[in-house]
């Protein structure tokens, strides 16, 4: 809380500017000055039509009187959508702020800048000794990842929604995406944080041998690489089937 001192007027203003990679969860907001919650005394404002994920928050530090010193936090979430997806786009956050008492002149600080960003899994699907000539379609893979749980790693299913395409994880395979490979033999998974990851085929191409072991898949997004926010998994089949063993 800044020393009002001498002012008349003081302008407190927090202006924050979402990428279009972000949907701002407006329900969120909440300012606080020291121990209190402020965010009703705040004016907060968006442009709904234009710029849905742009929002000022206008605190009355001269006429609530807030003890000066105290800390001011503004809080709020967002949610990563599909926009995000293999594109690196940045989140601003600027304070405009009075610094004189006897013109009314305001200052506005240095931007604050955060990356804003998700990856996604491509799977390049071939039959074995010939990647750029043979591509199969009609494979089908899950994924999943290993999360600390009450008593060891336990394994999360990836799950996507198919019309908002928000990702969620869920514990059991049948509940899970399953995504299939096309005539180029691709096919991906999208929206990911970086992580070490696992693809399972659940269904091979007609006529050749299904997977019996996971492929492991690294992300590492967060370098803000744009080559790194698409890995490619090269996954390959061998012909023939798979015949049950006996005793």
């Known amino acids: 809380m800044p020393d009002y001192t001498g002012f008349t007027k003081y302008t407190y203003l927090i ?15 909440t300012v606080k000055v020291g121990e209190a919650t402020v965010t009703n005394d705040c004016t907060i404002a968006y442009d709904a039509e234009t710029a849905p994920q ?40 600027k304070l405009t702020y009075s610094n004189d008492p006897t013109t009314g002149e305001t200052k ?34 899950v ?3 290993k999360v600390p749980g009450a008593s060891g790693e336990v394994t999360q299913y ?45 269904k091979a191409p007609a006529g050749y041998n299904q997977l019996t072991a996971p492929v492991e898949v690294k992300v590492a997004g967060s370098s803000t690489d744009i080559t790194k926010l698409s890995v490619t998994a090269e996954v390959e089949n061998k012909t023939g089937t798979t015949l049950p063993s006996t005793g």
């Not at 202006?15 to 907001?29: A, I």
């Not at 931007?111 to 089908?140: M, N, W």
């Not at 049948?174 to 696992?198: C, K």
């Open 143 to 145: 994924l999943y990842k």
């Open 54 to 93: 742009t929002f000022t928050v206008s605190i009355p530090v001269l006429e609530k009187k807030y003890d000066f010193g105290a800390e001011i936090v503004v809080t709020y979430t967002a949610t990563v959508n599909k926009k995000a997806i293999a594109v690196i786009s940045t989140n601003k956050a």
């Open 158 to 202: 990836y799950k996507q929604d198919d019309t908002t395409k928000a990702v969620t994880w869920v514990d059991t395979i049948a509940e899970a995406t399953r995504v299939t490979t096309g005539d180029n033999g691709e096919a991906f998974f999208e929206g990911l944080a970086d992580g070490t990851y696992y693809l399972v085929e659940t």
């Open 108 to 141: 506005d600080s240095q931007t604050e800048e955060q990356k804003v960003y998700t990856s996604k899994i491509v799977i390049d699907k071939f039959e074995t000794g010939k990647q750029e000539t043979v591509k199969l379609p009609g494979a089908e893979f």
């Open 15 to 29: 202006t924050d500017t979402m990428t279009d990679g972000l949907t701002f969860n407006r329900d969120s907001l």
